[in-house]
């Protein structure tokens, strides 16, 4: 079959009910979350980008880089970014329509996922209200979720996940996370982690992703500490059995051969990379470790003739001054300056979204082993007949130990240290 059969084919059967929907007259192939692990997984030590799309230039790079490097993709979205109390324009609910528009208007032809991450909970109400709002996020277009209880002792974050986790539609991706991103402080162990995934084994979910604390944090980094390597390793080593992938966090503040040995050592196959592409498409200068170069007074370097308009620049950092955002609070100037943005001549939009494809292009192909995984997510369709992937591992552990009760008595048993409370949300 030819690369175009196979695409065509892939596209009548491929999309998930919603998408179909949604899009009735699309060319855009967005699929399940599950088809891009199992591109990653056919590829062998490979990884690609889960592109937190806070403006539209950042989507628009990003699908461009993955058409240039014939890799399947991510475009995602975290609760604090894009839900209802959002600080960008993109959002749970809005995100899948503009992947699904650029992408017929470019001509991608990869598999794209549309990914809601970190979709927190942090008690009781956060599960009352998930329970109406995640249906939401697939009716407007997402194919895969992270459900992040992470913030709650091991046993409730176990139990929220196990009431949670039959919201997931069963042809659509599911990433679970134990140990909040904290960096330096609170890592995840081999113990929590199988805690969680044998007990939602025993339930019959079967996450395709876990998340860790592995020694990272989100947004601009203080540390030069960076991903665990070797704590990613053993985690993954000890969940073989369970079939699921490592999604890597806190991507910004690395160094690419940091990255690269993630890709290579570990079983991750998915990399949120979220700061880094925001301050690239601005035309703020990034050093190796996509962390923002800082001027000698502590205000953010911007390259003169990149990004946004120096016009545009000048005005957003004075409304940055005004309503006290520093440092990592600059993301908070996403959502007020979009149309903005959006609003200044072709020419400037085009080097912002150019800038991302660039660096995206260059982590995919150069860092992550990416490349020509799009072929492989195709296939992948093909050979399952559908959008659904069969399941990689079956129920493994006994669901009759591991009833609430149980679950209680068994964290009360685990050694961990969570590290210090506060805000570590993205």
């Known amino acids: 079959m030819s690369a175009n059969a196979a695409y065509d084919k892939a596209l009548q059967i491929g999309r998930p009910p919603n998408i179909q929907r949604l899009f009735p007259n699309s060319r855009a192939l967005i699929v399940s979350g599950k088809v891009i692990d199992r591109a990653m997984r056919a590829k062998g030590k490979a990884m690609t980008i889960a592109a937190n799309g806070r403006n539209h230039l950042v989507v628009r790079g990003a699908l461009q880089a993955a058409q240039r490097a014939n890799a399947a993709i991510i475009i995602e979205i975290a609760k604090s970014e894009g839900g209802r109390s959002a600080y960008c324009a993109l959002n749970y609910w809005n995100l899948a329509r503009q992947v699904d528009a650029i992408a017929n208007e470019l001509g991608i032809t990869v598999p794209i996922a549309i990914h809601a991450d970190h979709y927190g909970v942090k008690g009781a109400v956060d599960i009352a209200e998930a329970k109406v709002e995640i249906p939401s996020l697939f009716d407007h277009g997402i194919t895969s979720i992270a459900i992040d209880a992470s913030h709650l002792p091991d046993d409730e974050n176990l139990l929220a996940s196990l009431e949670l986790a039959p919201l997931v539609p069963a042809w ?131 390259v003169e003739g990149a990004g946004m308009s120096e016009e545009l620049w000048a005005e957003m950092m004075a409304y940055a001054a005004d309503k006290g955002f520093r440092g990592g609070n ?97």
């Open 172 to 302: 659509a991706a599911y990433e679970t996370e134990v140990g909040e991103i904290k960096g330096t402080e609170g890592m995840s162990t081999a113990e929590e982690a199988l805690f969680l995934i044998r007990g939602l084994n025993a339930h019959g979910f079967v996450p395709d992703w876990i998340a860790l604390n592995n020694g990272t944090a989100h947004g601009i980094q203080t540390s030069d500490q960076g991903i665990q390597i070797d704590l990613t390793q053993g985690i993954h080593e000890a969940l073989v059995p369970y079939a699921i992938s490592g999604a890597q966090h806190g991507t910004s503040g690395n160094s690419s051969d940091r990255l690269r040995t993630i890709a290579a050592t570990t079983n991750t196959t998915k990399a949120n990379v979220a700061t880094a592409l925001q301050m690239i498409s601005w035309g703020v200068r990034v050093n190796d470790y996509g962390n923002a170069v800082l001027n000698d007074d502590g205000s953010f370097a911007k």
């Open 330 to 426: 600059i993301k908070k100037l996403n959502l007020p300056f979009e149309n903005k943005i959006l609003a200044q001549p072709a020419a400037i939009r085009a080097r912002m979204a150019q800038a991302v494809e660039d660096f995206v292009y260059t982590l995919l192909v150069d860092v992550f082993n990416a490349q020509d995984t799009a072929p492989l997510g195709i296939q992948a369709i093909l050979d399952a007949g559908g959008y659904a992937m069969p399941p990689l591992v079956g129920r493994i552990e006994d669901p009759a130990e591991w009833t609430p009760e149980l679950i209680r008595e068994r964290a009360a048993l685990i050694e961990s240290d969570k590290g210090p409370e506060g805000d570590f949300d993205d």
